[in-house]
């Protein structure tokens, strides 16, 4: 019944019968005009907030969220024939699947703008701090501790220019070459490209559908980089006794932790877990990002660490001369000082789950992983099918990734990667995830 209901309420969204800022009836006088119980439209309402479409204003109602924009016209999937697809960078006006990016077609507000050119007035320093700017530190520690649960001094934070720049210095400032590091398998492959290319032998260790399988872990390791919050790529969210589990193992090992949390702001229906550097900070480095939340463009990411780790990492970092520029840094801090950033990404959480939810309804009954987190989830297939898929969706207009690609090794996984950020609508994904559906099927 409530099922029905959302159903219901959806469509006329959808179909612009209720439209973006609209107040819906109090759930007791809808019951009672539908005759129908409380608890009906109650639960209906709940699905709908939890997938982003409305919205409820402290103490005045429920409200239709801003979907306009989501509900533009889908381009055409091309029909099957013959035509040989251009190399995905070239496809043009293809619809884009492939994970890691986020949609930015919401960026652009008056906020946005502001912020930059406030930015733009900033007074230089003639000698750059390694750590960044004061204002903006104190501003990402309190980011970091209300939204990621990581509660830290700003002198234990610094600016980087993102996740993998943190984890690159990281590796420059506590490592040596030749150091055994372990990598998640499958996992992202910048970040190993980065280890491997400061010297470490990378050790592979497995994950599963929760994430790093911790009892496997070797005791030789001076490091361990790991997604916890949405594994890269499966998306599993580790669960606390794993993460209890991991602490023990670093401690006993002597190694770090390097905590990649570069989507862990998005989660969809289930209670968000915070980053694991909350449960011992003297073994995690965190490492937040600004890419997905708002795009890898801006250059700004955060590295959280105990102070000997960052003094090392500060000055490391002098020596290298590698810094994150001033304007990006101080508009960063205008859109948290203002609380802009905050609204950013509660809007796009709910942009999100839209998309999320979009590409969940229309795979619905595949095998899927990892979908209550993040801007990408999987569909599990059997070997050999995700590549086939990819190539005939590539000859359609979509663009997909698949689980094998993030293998260092010969694949465990078989699947396709389904990002949800790129594409430019709920139309135009709704279209590419039936083609997904399609050519999962046909195998
Ligand atoms: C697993 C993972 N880590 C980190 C990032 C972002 O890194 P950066 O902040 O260096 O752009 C991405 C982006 O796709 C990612 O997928």
Redesign the pocket.
């Known amino acids: 019944m409530n099922e029905q209901l959302a159903a219901q309420l959806r469509a006329a969204m959808r179909e612009g019968r209720l439209v973006a800022g609209e107040r819906l009836p109090a759930g007791r006088t809808l019951a009672a005009s539908l005759g129908v119980s409380r608890t009906v439209v109650t639960e209906a309402y709940e699905q709908l907030y939890a997938e982003g479409w409305l919205e409820g204003r402290h103490g005045s109602g429920t409200y239709v969220t801003d979907i306009a924009t989501d509900i533009a016209p889908a381009p055409e999937v091309r029909g099957g024939g013959t035509a040989v697809a251009a190399p995905p960078e070239e496809a043009a006006g293809a619809i884009d699947l492939r994970p890691?990016v986020p949609f930015i077609g919401r960026l652009d507000t008056p906020a946005w703008r502001r912020a930059w050119r406030l930015a733009a007035t900033v007074t230089p320093a003639a000698r750059p701090d390694p750590r960044g700017l004061p204002g903006l530190r104190a501003e990402l520690a309190d980011y970091v501790r209300r939204s990621r649960g990581v509660a830290c001094p700003p002198e234990r934070l610094l600016v980087t220019r993102?996740?993998?720049?943190g984890l690159d210095l990281l590796a420059a400032a506590v490592l040596r070459p030749g150091d055994r590091v372990g990598v998640e398998e499958p996992g992202?492959g910048k970040a190993r490209n980065i280890l491997a290319a400061r010297g470490m032998e990378l050790v592979p260790c497995p994950v599963d559908e929760h994430g790093l399988v911790v009892d496997a872990l070797p005791g030789d390791l001076r490091l361990v980089y790991t997604?916890p919050s949405h594994q890269?790529p499966l998306g599993g969210v580790l669960p606390v006794p794993r993460r209890q589990a991991l602490l023990a193992w670093a401690r006993r090992a002597g190694a770090l932790i390097a905590e990649?949390d570069?989507d862990g702001e998005f989660r969809y229906d289930v209670a968000p877990l915070p980053a694991l550097y909350g449960l011992d900070p003297d073994v995690v480095v965190y490492l937040g990002?600004a890419?997905k939340i708002l795009t890898?463009d801006v250059g700004v990411?955060w590295l959280v660490a105990r102070p000997d780790v960052a003094e090392a990492v500060a000055a490391r970092r002098a020596d290298l001369s590698d810094r994150t520029a001033v304007v990006p840094q101080e508009a960063m801090r205008l859109l948290l000082e203002r609380g802009d950033l905050d609204r950013y990404v509660r809007r796009m959480r709910g942009e999100y789950a839209r998309r999320r939810a979009t590409v969940a309804g229309a795979l619905e009954g595949l095998p899927l992983r990892g979908d209550t987190a993040g801007l990408h989830l999987v569909v599990e297939t059997p070997p050999g099918h995700a590549a086939r898929a990819e190539r005939e969706a590539a000859r359609r207009g979509v663009l997909l990734d698949t689980v094998e690609r993030h293998h260092a090794g010969p694949p465990r996984v078989s699947g396709l990667v389904i990002g949800y950020g790129a594409a430019p609508s709920l139309g135009a994904l709704r279209t590419a995830s039936s083609l997904v559906r399609e050519l999962v099927a046909a195998g």
Do not use: H, L, P
């Not at 993102?162 to 720049?165: K, S, V």
């Open positions: 890691g993102g996740a993998t720049n992202y997604t890269y990649d570069y990002t890419a890898a990411g």
